[in-house]
């Protein structure tokens, strides 16, 4: 890497960001020392174009393929993500491989087996306000010759809301756009993660704001598994329903991604090999060119002579961009992604396969004498690539898991000192569940979980008008441990899990 000290003004932004600390301000002009990998992180970060790429070789050094950077680390260095380090041109790491004992300390304690699961769920247990009285159900069961104690109610919760996962590679709308239920605001677009765009409804800010009964009713309507309609402001009409596939702008989504551009060449880089002499996957994240990438270097290709109009990230790697056409990128004709072919590295009459992450759209092309590709039809080779991407994608679906936070006044209801209980359910001494199912417990202060509103039976959330959501949750731990953080030993009541009667047969 050299850098051009006439546009290099000393800005730094290289320096904060260089992975190894192998560039420094001298006369507020970057330098770059001995110690760079050639990780282009520098080069990326410049606003003003003054890092150029010189491969100039470096006695000793070893390019490292653990990652799509490519580092090429001089003898006795480290790599950028500080895994690797090149000794005598073989990649060692830097870290030992650690045993499960090793790291167990750190993964805190296990509940035990006595308590996983409740009695008795929370479902129909009503509840209990104001809360300085017992649970509407606290009931005692022996198990293994140890007596448990199973703590119940269904609770309003202001601290709660939603976050909803659907599976599509389409355009939603832009991150932070407000979402509407019946015309009032009740989330919003939260990010993306892998081929799934997440929103967020409700929370605490909605629920007491202007629209909170509406983001109430959103919320138990999707916790409940209905159907529920909404709108991001500025993108897409949404029709979702938990387990079923998304409806975005009319268009059913049958398929979710099998992973990005950059995922699907490594993937199938074995059929990528014979479907065309180049291959690109179109994506709006991360867009692969095969011969570039190293998946295709792997398999012996030299980078072919394509050029994409995509920003690059690393070989073979580029950023996309978000709009409505082919990969979820702003394109409707594919080939407009080629920015321009070197017909001395590509020669006329080579093929071109471009695909989409999912293999739903697939175009064939063949390169003329005037450098240009012109269409063709998929080879047999092409079509088995393609439906190999496809039959590994899986069906898009909507998902939701519900947030609680339980650390509040509701508390009292289980036991007479409420940090205890926080305290035991984090120390794993008290396990919570929400309507039975197996919840989060998100680390830290308070109680806040998250629950997987596939796992709870349909119609187990409501809302109330304070606004808030009301869900069943329970806390199951020893009988000895209940009594110990105050526990509201008068209002036990043995449970017999033999008999087939209603949930709330207490005796």
């Known amino acids: ?3 051009d000290l006439e546009r290099c003004n000393g800005c730094g932004l290289c320096v904060k960001d260089c992975p190894v600390a192998a560039i420094s301000l001298q006369d507020k002009k970057a330098v770059i020392g001995q110690t760079c990998v050639e990780c282009h992180t520098c080069f990326k970060v410049c606003p003003r174009g003054a890092v150029h790429d010189e491969l100039v070789p470096v006695a000793g050094a070893k390019e490292c393929n653990h990652c799509p950077v490519g580092c090429r680390i001089p003898e006795g260095l480290t790599g950028a993500c500080g895994r690797y380090t090149n000794r005598n041109r073989q990649m060692l790491r830097t870290r030992p491989l650690l045993t499960y004992a090793e ?5 805190g304690p296990e509940p035990e087996m006595l308590i996983e699961r409740p009695s008795i769920t929370a479902i129909g247990a009503g509840g209990t306000y104001p809360d300085y009285m017992p649970a509407p159900y606290i009931v005692s069961h022996e198990r293994d010759g140890v007596d448990v104690v199973t703590v119940v109610t269904e609770v309003p919760l202001s601290y709660s809301g939603l976050k909803v996962k659907i599976d599509t590679d389409l355009e939603v709308g832009r991150e932070g756009a407000a979402i509407s239920f019946e015309g009032r605001t009740v989330g919003m677009v939260e990010t993306e993660e892998y081929g799934s765009k997440m929103l967020a409804i409700g929370g605490v800010n909605r629920l007491t704001g202007r629209h909170g009964f509406a983001a109430a009713r959103a919320v138990a309507a999707i916790a409940n598994r209905e159907a529920v309609q909404l709108k991001v ?4 009409k949404l029709e979702i329903q938990v387990g079923k596939p998304p409806v975005i702008e009319g268009q059913m989504v049958e398929k979710m991604r099998v992973g990005c551009g950059s995922a699907s060449a490594g993937l199938f880089a074995t059929f990528f090999l014979d479907a065309a002499d180049e291959v690109i996957v179109l994506d709006q994240h991360i867009t692969s060119l095969f011969s570039h990438h190293a998946s295709g270097r792997c398999l012996g290709l030299s980078p072919s002579g394509v050029e994409l109009c995509f920003k690059q990230s690393t070989p073979g790697r ?3 961009t978000h709009g409505k056409g082919w990969g979820g990128t702003d394109l409707a004709d594919p080939l407009d992604i080629v920015s321009q072919v070197d017909i001395s590295v590509t020669a006329p009459g080579s093929t071109l396969l471009i ?3 999912t293999g739903q759209d697939a175009a064939m092309y063949v390169l003329g004498w005037d ?6 039809e998929l080879t047999p080779k092409a079509r088995e690539a393609v439906s190999a991407l496809a039959e590994t994608c899986q069906r898009s679906r909507v998902s939701a898991v519900y947030v609680g936070g339980a650390g509040g006044s509701a508390r009292a209801g289980a036991v007479r000192y409420p940090l205890r209980l926080t305290r035991a359910v984090h120390q794993a001494k008290a396990v919570l569940t929400c309507g039975g199912s197996k919840v989060f417990v998100l680390p830290g202060g308070g109680i806040t ?5 596939e796992k709870v039976r349909p119609g187990s959330f409501t809302w109330v008008p304070t606004p808030a959501t009301v869900a069943p949750i329970e806390y199951t731990m020893r009988l000895s441990d209940y009594e110990e953080m105050g526990g509201h030993m008068e209002a036990i009541k043995p449970f017999q899990a033999e008999e087939p009667v209603p949930w709330n047969r207490c005796k």
Do not use: H, N
């Open 1 to 3: 890497m050299r850098i």
């Open 103 to 107: 790291v167990a300390q750190e993964l």
């Open 371 to 376: 450098g240009k590709y012109q269409p063709t």
């Open 449 to 453: 979980f998250y629950a997987d509103v």
């Open 233 to 236: 402001r500025g993108g897409a």
């Open 355 to 357: 695909t989409e992450t």
């Open 318 to 320: 580029y950023f996309g």
